[in-house]
Structure formats: C-alpha cells, structure tokens
Nanobody, 117 residues
Framework: QVQLQESGPGLVKPSQTVSLTCAVS??????????WNWIRQPPGKGLEWMGV???????YYSPSLKSRTSISRDTSKNQFSLQLTSVTPEDTAVYYC?????????WGNGTLVTVSS
C-alpha cells in the first residue's frame, strides 16, 4: 500500500528557511511514470501547487514560488524534500506531498507550518 508522510518543523520565524520531508512507502520514487509533488493550503484558501520532482529527478516549480523553492530527493531513504526560503506569515499553510500519475492519486495527511515571530 502506498503511503506518504510529511514531516517538518511546525513553527518557523519570518525570513527563515522551512524544510519539509515526505517519506514514501509502498512504491519507489524512482520507478514508473510517477511524479512527486508539494502542494499547500493556506488557512481559508484553496490548494496551491508548489512544485514536482519526477522519477528521473527533474524538477519543475510554480512560477510564483520558483525563486524561493527547491525540491530534492534521497533515493536511499525513498523520500523527497521541499525547501522554501525567506518565509513570511503568508507562507503559513498545511503542506502536503502527493503522487501524480495522470492526477494526484495518493496524498500525505499534511503538516502545518506556521510562520510567526
């Protein structure tokens, strides 16, 4: 069974970098035609796609976040990570990782990141 689990700091201060990890089980992140995504949802707002890392390691980012976002992976641990730099309170959101195969078919439960001094 495919499972995704996000982990992260919970609370970060403005201007800092937030680093999140998505641990994947039940499938290798390097196989098939899957792509591995980060998506967030600020309080009271809709989902925002942030970026993706494909099975070959190539990455693509939302144009609005590209300058502050980096996605990487650790194939030995079967996990992928998100770094978001220079955070502000507007980056407060629940952050999700999700698998994409012609649509997001598996999601993690999400992790809340609050940006506050």
């Amino acid at each position: 069974q495919v499972q995704l689990q996000e982990s992260g700091p919970g609370l970060v201060k403005p201007s800092q970098t937030v680093s999140l990890t998505c641990a994947v089980s039940g499938v290798s992140i390097t196989t098939g035609y899957y792509a591995w995504n980060w998506i967030r949802q600020p309080p009271g707002k809709g989902l925002e796609w942030m970026g993706v890392i494909a099975n070959d390691g190539s990455t693509y980012y939302s144009p609005s976040l590209k300058s502050r976002t980096s996605i990487s992976r650790d194939t030995s641990k079967n996990q992928f990570s998100l770094q978001l730099t220079s955070v502000t309170p507007e980056d407060t959101a629940v952050y999700y990782c999700a698998r994409d195969l012609e649509g997001m078919d598996y999601w993690g439960n999400g992790t809340l990141v609050t940006v506050s001094s």
